[in-house]
């Protein structure tokens, strides 16, 4: 037996009890002709005191951080004690101890601060998994993935798992392809979700399904994306949208209480995908805040009439003018104000200016356009934007959909810099009543908003099938009865983050094949990549629906963490790479003959 107790179970209880411990050693220290040991494990970390002997035989073997040590001795009550960690208030003087193994030098500090950067850690992941910010982390993941389980479980869901080798299924991103061996020339496309195979298993009658489940998109990876990540996929039939948000409210309200202890009793808010982009200028706001967006002017129509009124070149050549009012902050000096104009003219953002208007504590108006406005059309502006005393009001005027992300990034930006972003507050939100279709501008032509399976609003089901899909007029595209299709589609939101999402589905061939033809694929081609769904519809598939949730991003969150990196055990960096195993890396000769895959000139 390698060990009778962990390094992170002994107390006072135990006082003279003899003990053996394994672990990492954490620390040595010297002290006088005795040594002070810190011994580590997955469960916490005990302080072995050796004797003078022990300690000679110590220097002799030169034992050093990350040896593995096993230590035999009698636990005693420490006279200088730690009550930060459950074992701080013993040590064990040891008896004997042997080295299971030795360690060269590690080439960070395993502590919780690290002098590690970000690439050392990465190309040493199994050291850094040792420290226990990150095991901290994984711990929590596993919390996350029990409480899925459990709830899932006792719901009657069912966990199926999916093959990883198959055809296309589109989520909008590229495939990762497999080349098969046995099929010389032809490839696998590696899952960018199970989407297909949950709806045949709806078919096949297992009418609760779910699976926590790696999926694969080759996209390029902006900020905080891997491109295999985990998904919690769920997929039911006989329900209708409602069953689901209900179901699936419960699922993470049973996380949250049991990962977090946090009983979230408060109903979970809905909007639809028109207000909150109304109001927030965004498709998933975070709600923990109000600071909603004013609208003055949209798509050129002046709503806020005063700006008829005012010769001001901003707004009146802009095709939309959104603000925000900012409390507490009338007394914005000239320098925070002008910090805040090269904010939004930062490159992310990008817009040319920003303009303001103060309403001091005494109610008087100020604006950063005075010359162009008068005292009455002032305050008919304030009031419109619903100001109030102490208020700084942001006005943004550009392109629609530009200054409607223009204001939504300022918003967030403005909650961080009043503190209005708590990471201990959770605030659930469903976004529903998505437009089904996007407009793609270089095609001319509709895509799927969320994915092709999706159904529309049943009473938008008639537009799709008695209006031909064709865009005519492309600067009219917005006209056409497609652009108001609303999808049967809905995303969960927390703290400003899409958490989930999914859709009710499709199961009518007709419609099925309608849709695929309204996204521009002829019926062979239909055949081709979707057949085997086509043909799984004409044998008695139930309604159903489903959602997937983001398992990493949820855990990231839950963690009080932007990264979901740091609640992978193994992730890539941003280019993809795994730098611990210096992955992606070529192949030999043998196996791309074997592939029958010649390469071509290496791109530089
Ligand atoms: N498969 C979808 C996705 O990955 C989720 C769903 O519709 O259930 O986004």
């Not at 002994?10 to 003899?18: F, H």
């Not at 991103?173 to 046995?182: H, I």
């Not at 709806?199 to 399904?209: H, I, N, P």
Request: glycine fraction near 6%; charge should be negative.
């Amino acid at each position: 037996m390698y060990r009778t107790h962990t390094c992170g179970e002994l107390n006072l209880s135990k006082i003279g009890a003899q003990v053996t411990l394994a672990g990492w050693v954490q620390t040595i220290r010297k002290f006088g002709a005795i040594t002070f040991v810190d011994l580590r494990d997955r469960y916490g970390i005990t302080q072995l005191l050796f004797n003078e002997e022990l300690t000679l035989q110590l220097e002799k073997n030169s034992i050093g951080r990350e040896f593995v040590l096993q230590a035999t001795g009698i636990v005693k009550e420490r006279s200088n004690k730690n009550l930060k960690i459950a074992t701080g208030e013993i040590e064990i003087s040891i008896t004997n101890y042997s080295i299971l193994n030795k360690s060269i030098t590690p080439p960070f500090t395993i502590q919780d601060d690290t002098d590690g950067g970000d690439e050392l850690r990465m190309k040493y992941r199994y050291l850094d998994l040792r420290r226990n910010e990150i095991k901290k982390n994984l711990e929590l993941r596993y919390a996350v993935n029990r409480a899925a389980r459990n709830y899932l479980h006792q719901q009657g869901f069912m966990d199926i798992e999916t093959p990883f080798l198959i055809k296309s299924t589109p989520e909008g991103a590229r495939d990762f392809v497999v080349p098969s061996r046995m099929n010389p020339g032809e490839f696998y496309a590696l899952p960018q979700s199970p989407q297909s195979f949950k709806q045949l298993l709806m078919v096949s009658g297992y009418d609760r399904y779910y699976q926590i489940v790696k999926c694969f998109r080759d996209e390029d990876l902006r900020a905080d994306r891997q491109p295999e990540f985990t998904q919690i996929d769920c997929e039911m039939a006989f329900v209708e949208q409602e069953d689901i948000l209900q179901t699936f409210e419960g699922l993470v309200k049973n996380i949250f209480k049991e990962v977090n202890q946090i009983d979230y009793k408060e109903k979970v808010e809905r909007i639809s995908w028109d207000d909150a982009m109304w109001n927030y200028g965004n498709d998933k706001p975070d709600t923990r805040f109000e600071l909603k967006v004013q609208n003055l002017k949209v798509k050129g129509e002046n709503l806020c009439t005063t700006l008829e009124e005012i010769k001001f070149d901003v707004f009146n050549s802009a095709e939309t003018v959104l603000a925000i009012c900012i409390p507490n902050a009338s007394e914005y000096s000239r320098k925070q104000t002008d910090e805040l104009i090269e904010w939004v003219k930062r490159p992310q953002i990008g817009m040319r200016g920003l303009a303001f208007i103060k309403k001091g504590k005494d109610g008087i108006l100020k604006s950063s356009f005075d010359k162009f406005i008068n005292e009455t059309q002032l305050n008919s502006f304030a009031n419109y934007c619903n100001a109030q005393q102490d208020d700084l009001i942001l006005i943004l005027a550009g392109a629609e959909e530009k200054t409607r992300k223009a204001i939504s990034d300022l918003r967030m930006e403005m909650a961080e810099r009043l503190g209005l972003r708590n990471k201990n507050e959770f605030k659930l939100l469903w976004v529903f009543d998505f437009p089904l279709f996007e407009y793609n501008e270089e095609g001319n032509s509709w895509v799927a908003r969320h994915h092709p399976f999706t159904a529309p609003k049943p009473s938008d089901i008639e537009i799709m099938i008695n209006n031909d899909p064709k865009i005519s007029n492309a600067s009219k595209y917005l006209d056409h009865p497609y652009a108001k299709i609303k999808a049967n589609a809905y995303d969960m939101v927390l703290n400003g983050n899409e958490i989930g999402g999914g859709s009710i589905r499709i199961h009518q061939r007709e419609l099925q094949e309608k849709m695929f033809a309204a996204l521009g694929m002829d019926i062979e081609e239909q055949l081709h990549k979707f057949g085997f769904l086509l043909g799984a519809f004409e044998y008695g598939a139930p309604p159903h629906g489903g959602i997937a949730f983001g398992f990493d991003r949820l855990c990231a969150i839950l963690g009080g963490s932007e990264s979901i990196r740091d609640f992978i055990a193994f992730p890539k960096n941003n280019a993809g790479r795994d730098v611990m195993l210096d992955a992606p890396a070529t192949i030999d000769e043998k196996q791309l003959h074997e592939l029958q895959i010649k390469l071509g000139s290496k791109k530089v």
